[in-house]
């Protein structure tokens, strides 16, 4: 097995002079006005984002439809933060969890905590946070509604480079030690290339799923405290508090635009370009596409420019090469019991002190009826989860084999289920209240299918990108081997995308969780509907400003999580790692 690697154009080895004897041609016009108009549209936005917070309050959200592209851009540029931030996060922090075994013990917990913490649960402390940072300025508001974005996209990535970090094959692991690769190499050279696939399709659900919580993040409330931000989320939540279903529409319009336009830009040309990192023996018949790859890879002064980056960060990484191998002079204690033992004390303790500093505060304002129902809605809001993921899980597994499978179809459908992803649940919100009033329906089963509507894509695009990454060999040997039908599988394509269905499946169940804030509460104008479930429970509690019941309900979303994750996900993951390797 290896990365089958495609000639990247007929300039892939520009020599050093490439300056002295550059000459652009029409593809780096047309790349270079592409590039200039980005960046202008996104200096504006930038600009306005240091304006004072009082220009807020003099100009409100407006519905007028020529308003809606300069608010598209300014969510536009929020959502290409939090993604570069979460990229950034990706990177340290899995690789970390994924390469240290004291680390994955922290780390892989908190993360499942964290991803299934409601948006607005990091809103009630972080807004306070960054507008006391930058006091009357607009910038402290714009930073708390990118960090309740990178909230939403983080956590997917994360999982994504660790599943494949822990299920790389073991022919590639020998060929790197083969090579005397150094860390630095190792990384970027074999493991990230194999990870490339899952965490592409993993960061075009980021960016799907962040509109999800637009809403929530760009129109912040927490107690006496409103910020409304320009951008497509307030706008749709101001049209829906208004009942004003065209401009509903308008906003739904103008997001289908911008992922579009970034589809065609941004991710359709990295699926091309990833292509080339297949683990694999042969190589396909059909290819990925992209109209914006294919000028850049024409561009002169582009590929100068890369050619540039990749010495420099050569240079770098020949610099933490350096230190790495300073470090592992230092003796390694790492197998030693009594180190293990103490390591373990220290986490217990922490937290074990956090868990009683924060009992100890609910209990001074809460007694044990308390208690007792925020542990009743939590099992209410667990079987939902698990009856939406086990029924999402059913429709879009083969689905996603399917399209996985066909590069055509993948390239047709990426942008329609990218659109899909990013479809924020609030617009069928009224559509769910009305019926229900109308036919006095169960909100506790009615309810329950807007938990679903904006994660289920967590399985879906898993399973696209795990399908897609899946070998030519192995199809062809499957073929040779005449596996059809259940056999095919049971024995061939499930066992090659469970790791990815984990993940995403891992996913979408603490987005799901994350989902019952805004899921479990409805409202239409003056009519609002209820169900019983934790997420209602944190809505309330975070509406009313009642921190020991944000607190509490917190904890115990926590607690549900990780005894699940534990229980099914977590086993379901080692399962992959120790029997289902393409070695």
Avoid at 79 to 105: G, N, P
Avoid at 521 to 548: C, F, H, N, Q, R
């Amino acid at each position: 097995m290896m990365f089958f690697a495609r000639s990247a154009g007929p300039h892939a080895g520009m020599p050093a002079s490439v300056w002295r004897d550059f000459k652009p041609n029409r593809y780096d016009a047309a790349a270079i006005g592409i590039l200039l108009a980005i960046l202008i549209a996104f200096a504006h936005a930038s600009r306005q984002m240091a304006q004072p917070l009082a220009v807020l309050d003099a100009a409100p959200v407006s519905l007028s439809v020529w308003r809606l592209p300069e608010y598209a851009l300014s969510s536009t540029l929020r959502m290409f933060a939090a993604i570069v931030i979460s990229l950034l996060f990706t990177f340290t922090v899995a690789t970390f969890a994924a390469k240290s075994r004291r680390a994955e013990q922290v780390i892989i917990p908190a993360l499942d905590i964290l991803q299934s913490v409601p948006v607005l649960g990091f809103l009630t402390f972080t807004v306070m946070f960054f507008m006391g940072l930058f006091p009357g300025s607009r910038l402290g508001a714009e930073l708390a509604a990118i960090f309740a974005i990178f909230t939403s996209q983080a956590w997917n990535m994360a999982f994504s480079l660790y599943q494949s970090l822990k299920t790389l094959p073991a022919e590639l692991d020998e060929v790197s030690r083969h090579f005397r690769l150094s860390a630095w190499m190792r990384f970027w050279r074999v493991e990230a290339p194999f990870a490339a696939p899952g965490l592409i399709w993993n960061t075009m659900m980021s960016m799907s799923g962040g509109w999800f919580f637009v809403v929530a993040s760009e129109a912040i409330t927490v107690g006496n405290t409103g910020v409304h931000l320009p951008g497509i989320g307030s706008y749709l939540a101001l049209a829906i508090e208004q009942r004003d279903l065209a401009a509903v529409a308008f906003a739904i319009g103008a997001m289908a635009v911008v992922i579009l336009l970034y589809d065609q830009l941004v991710f359709r040309p990295i699926v091309a370009w990833s292509d080339k990192f297949r683990a694999e023996q042969t190589m396909s018949s059909e290819r990925p596409r992209s109209w914006a790859y294919d000028v850049v890879r024409r561009t002169r002064l582009l590929r100068a420019i890369a050619r540039v980056w990749r010495e420099a960060s050569g240079l770098v990484g020949r610099l933490l090469v350096r230190g790495g191998r300073l470090l592992s002079r230092m003796p390694d204690t790492a197998a030693s019991r009594w180190t293990d033992a103490a390591w373990h004390a220290v986490l217990v303790a922490v937290v074990g002190w956090g868990l009683w500093v924060a009992l100890a505060y609910i209990r001074a304002h809460l007694d044990a009826a308390d208690f007792a129902s925020a542990f009743i809605s939590g099992l209410a809001t667990l079987a939902r989860v698990i009856t939406l993921i086990g029924l999402a899980s059913l429709i879009w597994v083969p689905v996603g084999v399917w399209i996985g499978l066909r590069p055509w179809a993948t390239e047709r459908i990426q942008p329609f289920a990218q659109f899909l992803a990013a479809f924020p649940a609030n617009v069928l919100f009224p559509l769910f209240v009305v019926g229900i009033a109308t036919y006095g329906l169960n909100p506790n089963v009615w309810l329950s299918p807007l938990m679903i509507l904006g994660t289920q894509w967590y399985i879906l695009f898993n399973v696209i990108a795990g399908a897609s990454a899946f070998p030519n060999d192995l199809k062809d040997a499957a073929v040779l081997m005449r596996a059809k039908g259940w056999q095919w599988w049971r024995k061939v394509i499930l066992p090659g995308i469970l790791p990815y269905y984990v993940t995403g499946a891992l996913t979408a169940t603490g987005g799901s969780w994350n989902a019952s804030i805004v899921a479990e509460v409805a409202s239409w104008g003056s009519t609002k509907l209820e169900a019983t479930g934790l997420g209602a429970y944190i809505a309330k509690a975070t509406e009313a400003g009642d921190m020991p019941r944000v607190i509490l309900g917190i904890m115990t979303m926590s607690a549900f999580v990780v005894l699940f994750n534990r229980l099914l996900w977590r086993r379901l993951y080692a399962f992959g790692e120790r029997r289902l390797r393409f070695d």
